[in-house]
């Protein structure tokens, strides 16, 4: 009986160790959950119109190399995240994602790309076993979100959104392409950078034209997160990715608003 304290202790300190060694990348970090307290509100009385926002749910960004047919071995950047509709009605999400970096001369905008091969890499990482059937951005728009009613669990969504530098020398690049490529800022030189979200809402609003241009700018209501990077370029360690609190909802310019599928304004 005397051993017994001692048989505890060291399980205890076997679990420790699986949980700080043993784990999965995918089940050591914290989900973040953005929830709308009113998903949906009257924006126009006169004409019935709607303002609706999906819920986001999502884990800080991470990196991984994957051999991407054509490209050879590239560094992928990739950002889980789930919908949840809690609007009472099915709603499409079209997502429109952009990671911008605000450290550089210039903001780098790099946007979301469909690579089934980095999707198929994450999926091994983040859903082992296929439960949430991880989408990209073409696939989740293809079915609308369902509704997620109150005191029933929520019918999350799950997808993923990768980007990659097209700026990183590669392989195949000839001895004129690397020359260009050199002299451009790169996505693993930044330590500060935002990823936009458009898509969780029908909000949007028009702004006059920026001359030379004559067409109003459409801006829809867009989800802001921020994140800093404490690690050099050569670095792929995702836990020096952190999330920088607060979000924002701002109005921003978007090329993949469709005004005919009824957006509420502003």
Same mark, same amino acid.
């Given at each position: 009986?005397?051993?017994?304290?001692?048989?505890?202790?060291?399980?205890?300190?076997?679990?420790?160790?699986?949980?700080?060694?043993?784990?999965?990348?995918?089940?050591?970090?914290?989900?973040?959950?953005?929830?709308?307290?009113?998903?949906?509100?009257?924006?126009?009385?006169?004409?019935?119109?709607?303002?609706?926002?999906?819920?986001?749910?999502?884990?800080?960004?991470?990196?991984?190399?994957?051999?991407?047919?054509?490209?050879?071995?590239?560094?992928?950047?990739?950002?889980?995240?789930?919908?949840?509709?809690?609007?009472?009605?099915?709603?499409?999400?079209?997502?429109?994602?952009?990671?911008?970096?605000?450290?550089?001369?210039?903001?780098?905008?790099?946007?979301?790309?469909?690579?089934?091969?980095?999707?198929?890499?994450?999926?091994?990482?983040?859903?082992?076993?296929?439960?949430?059937?991880?989408?990209?951005?073409?696939?989740?728009?293809?079915?609308?979100?369902?509704?997620?009613?109150?005191?029933?669990?929520?019918?999350?969504?799950?997808?993923?959104?990768?980007?990659?530098?097209?700026?990183?020398?590669?392989?195949?690049?000839?001895?004129?392409?690397?020359?260009?490529?050199?002299?451009?800022? =790169?996505?693993?030189?930044?330590?500060?950078?935002?990823?936009?979200?458009?898509?969780?809402?029908?909000?949007?609003?028009?702004?006059?034209?920026?001359?030379?241009?004559?067409?109003?700018?459409?801006?829809?209501?867009?989800?802001?997160?921020?994140? =800093?990077?404490?690690?050099?370029?050569?670095?792929?360690?995702?836990?020096?990715?952190?999330?920088?609190?607060?979000?924002?909802?701002?109005?921003?310019?978007?090329?993949?608003?469709?005004?005919?599928?009824?957006?509420?304004?502003?």
């Amino acid at each position: 009986m005397a051993s017994r304290p001692y048989f505890i202790l060291a399980l205890l300190i076997g679990v420790i160790a699986l949980f700080a060694v043993g784990l999965p990348l995918s089940a050591q970090s914290n989900e973040r959950y953005i929830k709308d307290e009113n998903p949906v509100v009257e924006t126009d009385a006169a004409k019935g119109g709607k303002l609706w926002v999906l819920d986001f749910k999502f884990k800080d960004p991470r990196i991984i190399k994957v051999n991407i047919p054509g490209k050879g071995q590239r560094v992928c950047w990739y950002l889980w995240y789930q919908v949840i509709n809690r609007t009472g009605e099915p709603r499409t999400f079209i997502p429109d994602f952009e990671l911008v970096t605000h450290d550089g001369k210039t903001p780098m905008v790099y946007r979301d790309q469909i690579l089934p091969a980095a999707q198929e890499a994450i999926s091994r990482l983040e859903d082992p076993t296929g439960f949430y059937q991880i989408k990209n951005s073409v696939t989740i728009a293809k079915e609308p979100i369902p509704p997620s009613y109150p005191n029933a669990s929520p019918k999350a969504v799950t997808g993923v959104a990768i980007w990659i530098d097209p700026n990183e020398v590669t392989p195949t690049d000839d001895e004129k392409d690397k020359k260009e490529k050199e002299k451009i800022e =790169k996505l693993a030189e930044s330590n500060r950078f935002s990823i936009f979200v458009a898509g969780l809402s029908n909000g949007w609003s028009l702004t006059d034209p920026v001359p030379p241009d004559t067409k109003h700018v459409v801006r829809r209501k867009t989800l802001q997160l921020s994140f =800093k990077r404490t690690a050099d370029k050569y670095s792929t360690k995702s836990e020096m990715i952190q999330f920088v609190p607060p979000v924002q909802w701002v109005y921003r310019a978007s090329s993949t608003i469709d005004l005919k599928a009824g957006p509420a304004k502003k």
